[in-house]
Nanobody
């Protein structure tokens, strides 16, 4: 069983930055991909950035590429999402998720089956 706890959300003005954190714990033996997703009211959840827990390769959505950076700190079992140059369209609930079994680093929603509770980001 894996537990995910997100933090770092909040309100920021357009052009500002935030860093989200996701602490992961539990039985991590079969976990090799972790990532960030976001959802706004009335829209489906979309993949933002995923990374192998070893940090060797990541997959970042075109919509945020160049502005968002995903990284991991395995010593702390923590996933980060550095978000720069935020705009109001980035306002959403951001979720951390892991694949429940080992697999490829993908943004495909259905590949992820363990989710955190989410952290809200509001850009005005």
């Amino acid at each position: 069983h894996v537990q995910l706890v997100e933090s770092g959300g909040g309100s920021v003005q357009a052009g500002g930055s935030l860093r989200l954190s996701c602490s992961y714990s539990g039985n991590l033996a079969n976990i090799n991909v972790i990532g960030w997703f976001r959802q706004t009211p009335g829209k489906g959840r979309e993949g933002i950035a995923t990374v192998y827990t070893g940090g060797m390769w990541s997959h970042v959505a075109d919509s945020v590429k160049g502005r968002f950076t995903v990284s991991t700190d395995n010593a702390k079992n923590t996933l980060y999402l550095q978000m720069n140059n935020l705009n109001p369209e980035d306002s959403a609930m951001y979720y951390c998720a892991v694949r429940g079994s080992r697999g490829a680093c993908t943004l495909t929603l259905s590949a992820f089956d363990i989710w955190g509770q989410g952290t809200q980001v509001t850009v005005s």
